[in-house]
């Protein structure tokens, strides 16, 4: 059971935009800053958010991140067959889960 | 540009201690956290715990018992061991440059420790 909750599978067809959740408490992403990772199979993660909306050099645009409260989103416009792969939230927790949690992860299938 | 390079045995004998070693190469282990993390066949990432070049540790409360993080400045290197494995601590182990109070940015490829007799 992950401290932050993600929904396990969505999907979109190509130039599509969706939207990826990320659920967490007051102890996370209440009162820290929300990390979004790219994993695609058979590879490391890739950091594709940090502070929940900043974009590392070389991420496209079509990829944003927001955050409201104790939840926080990743949205992916302009759906391609290579954005299909595992995407992560994450988070410093200043709980006794802490100090750093993943949520569970979304695979994301382009149809 | 910094990489990072997991390295160790792929098979540990269940009760064993599985030991990995994470070599920096391209710039200093000095001024960062580094974390490890692992991932289960089939499932999603686990932080494992991390170190600060000064030698300071934070584990995940869950693996805490079991785990030790070390660091060699000397080398480079920075390297786990956990204690007791069982069969649900086979995993792809990734070792992480993390950036204090911050972001995980730079990864190694991964290493596949399978806990089997």
């Known amino acids: 059971q992950s401290v932050l909750t993600q929904p396990p599978s969505a999907s979109g067809t190509p130039g599509q935009r969706v939207t990826i959740s990320c659920s967490g408490s007051s102890s996370n992403i209440g009162s820290n800053y929300v990390y979004w990772y790219q994993q695609l199979p058979g590879t490391a993660p890739k950091l594709l958010i940090y502070r929940n909306n900043q974009r590392p050099s070389g991420v496209p645009d079509r990829f944003s991140g927001s955050k409201s409260g104790t939840s926080a989103s990743l949205a992916i416009s302009g759906l391609r067959s290579e954005d299909e792969a595992d995407y992560y939230c994450a988070a410093w927790d200043d709980s006794l889960s802490g100090p750093w949690v993943f949520g569970g992860g979304t695979k994301l299938t382009v149809l | 540009q910094v990489q990072l390079q997991e390295s160790g045995p792929g098979l540990v004998k269940p009760s064993e201690t599985l030991s990995l070693t994470c070599t920096v190469s391209g710039g200093s282990i000095s001024s960062y956290y580094w974390s490890w993390i692992r991932q289960p066949p089939g499932k999603g990432l686990e932080w494992i715990g991390y170190?600060?070049?000064?030698?300071?540790?934070n584990y995940n409360p869950s693996l805490k018992s079991r785990v030790t993080i070390s660091v060699d400045t000397s080398k480079n290197q920075f390297s786990l061991k956990l204690s007791s494995v069982t069969a649900a601590d086979t995993a792809v182990y990734y070792c992480?440059?993390?950036?204090?109070?911050?972001?995980?940015?730079?990864w190694g490829k991964g290493t596949t420790v399978t806990v089997s007799s």
């Open positions: 170190i600060y070049y000064s030698g300071s540790t």
């Open positions: 992480a440059r993390h950036f204090p109070l911050d972001y995980l940015d730079v």
